[in-house]
């Protein structure tokens, strides 16, 4: 098969990487992949965003399957339009991707349905957001309605700086993302992320992860696309999968099929394990990032497989099988990320027992060098999670490039759990 896989970041390396293992998949392009996806596939430069580009590319390479990756397209309608040019896609369609592009939507699905989550109202006019906020206990959390690359999420420690977040939300802050507001409860807890298979009636979850969202140690400073992730999360014990598989998984696969936006794809769900049971954070319509970079390489079975069963709608639980061993990814960024840093430094690997997902680098003139926040992410398994977190830190050691920073503890709370 001719596989065709959307986005250029370190979940789409990762992706690759488990496609390349798959017999059925021949030939692979990325677009528009990166500058380290290129060993490992051949990357087209059109833009992920692009939709007209993708699909006259898929149409002129007689693509088999498109894989698409990231939030943008899925939410600009990408895979309704590749199916229109009857060209298999994974990832859901865009009535059904709206689950992570509109919060608002997603919070109604929630309470309609009966799904835990914490307690919300959505606003569109700044003075009755203000006065709800007066009668909320702190902090409070404050949500745009739509994308905003992670950084529509303020948890407010006073009301005038919840307020303050209203007013720049509805300003424009996060253009037409922020019109609408959501404000919800504060939950407390550990949080997991599990990524799910599902076909729009069959849900699979993936062994659960964490993510390390914010820059420094100890879970200190700005937040960012996420620092690294460990698979398994040790906090989501049998128990509150079972719990989760009862009360979210399938509740939220039966809902959106209910409301005809069944979703086939990769639905992500940030979870937090709070004293009254596992409540949604959030979702996302979409492999997560740092999480796939952990997830993906504990998967045994053939992903191409797996994908192909989700778009044709006859996925089962045996398809996805996953080995018993832990895994740890540690993002190696530039110094200053996610605010100002410098790029164009030559990246040397020679670490040899560990994978390496590249996200901001770059090929110019056959060197491969840095060109971006998250540089890349080095993962690697084993048996427990302390070996893998080990490992993972040793092979980074092996990595070398200017203004390198990664944190020191990624893995350190999920081992503290036990
Ligand atoms: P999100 O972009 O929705 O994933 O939110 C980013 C982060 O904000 C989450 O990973 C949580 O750590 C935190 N967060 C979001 N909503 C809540 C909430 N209701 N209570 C506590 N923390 C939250
Ligand atoms: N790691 C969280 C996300 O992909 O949004």
Redesign the pocket.
């Known amino acids: 098969m001719i596989v065709v896989v959307v986005g250029g970041g370190g979940r789409e390396h990762a992706i690759v990487k488990k496609l390349k293992e798959s017999a059925s998949a021949d030939k692979i392009y990325a677009l528009p992949g990166n500058g380290g996806i290129a060993a490992d596939a051949e990357c087209v430069d059109i833009k992920a965003t692009d939709i007209e580009g993708i699909t006259a590319f898929a149409k002129e390479k007689k693509a088999d399957f498109v894989v698409v990756a990231p939030d943008d397209p899925l939410a600009m309608g990408a895979v309704d339009r590749l199916h229109a040019e009857g060209i298999k896609c994974f990832g859901p369609v865009k009535a059904a991707a709206e689950i992570e592009s509109s919060?608002a939507f997603a919070k109604a699905l929630m309470k309609k349905y009966g799904i835990p989550t914490?307690a919300y109202e959505v606003f569109t006019d700044a003075g009755a957001a203000e006065k709800y906020i007066d009668t909320l206990p702190l902090p409070i959390?404050v949500?745009a309605d739509g994308l905003a690359l992670?950084k529509?999420?303020v948890?407010a420690p006073t009301r005038e700086e919840a307020k303050k977040a209203v007013r720049e939300m509805m300003g424009g802050r996060f253009g037409e993302s922020g019109k609408k507001v959501v404000i919800?409860?504060?939950?407390?807890g550990p949080?997991v992320s599990v990524l799910a298979f599902t076909d729009g009636r069959t849900v699979v979850p993936m062994v659960s992860s964490m993510?390390h969202?914010r820059i420094g140690d100890n879970d200190t400073g700005l937040?960012t696309g996420g620092m690294g992730a460990v698979a398994p999360n040790p906090y989501f014990t049998p128990e509150l999968v079972k719990e989760a598989e009862r009360t979210i998984f399938l509740p939220t696969v039966k809902a959106m099929a209910a409301e005809g936006r069944a979703f086939r794809g990769c639905l992500y769900f940030?979870l937090?394990i709070t004293p009254d049971g596992v409540k949604v954070?959030?979702y996302n319509s979409r492999f997560g990032d740092p999480e796939t970079q952990a997830v993906l390489p504990l998967l045994k079975s053939d992903l191409m497989e797996i994908m192909l069963a989700v778009e044709e709608e006859r996925l089962s639980p045996d398809m996805v099988r996953f080995s018993d061993e832990c895994s740890c990814a540690v993002v190696l960024a530039s110094k200053g990320y996610p605010e100002k840093y410098e790029t164009g430094y030559e990246i040397r690997n020679s670490c040899k027992d560990a994978e390496v997902y590249y996200a901001g680098a770059k090929l110019e003139n056959g060197v491969l060098k840095t060109a971006g926040g998250r540089v890349l992410a080095v993962s690697v398994t084993a048996p427990t999670l302390k070996e893998a977190v080990e490992k993972a830190y040793g092979a980074a050691e092996e990595i070398s490039f200017e203004n390198k920073y990664m944190r020191s503890d990624i893995g350190a709370r999920a081992m503290a759990a036990k």
């Open positions: 919060k914490a959390v949500k992670g529509g999420v948890i919800e409860e504060f939950l407390t949080e993510d969202k937040n940030g937090m954070i959030e």
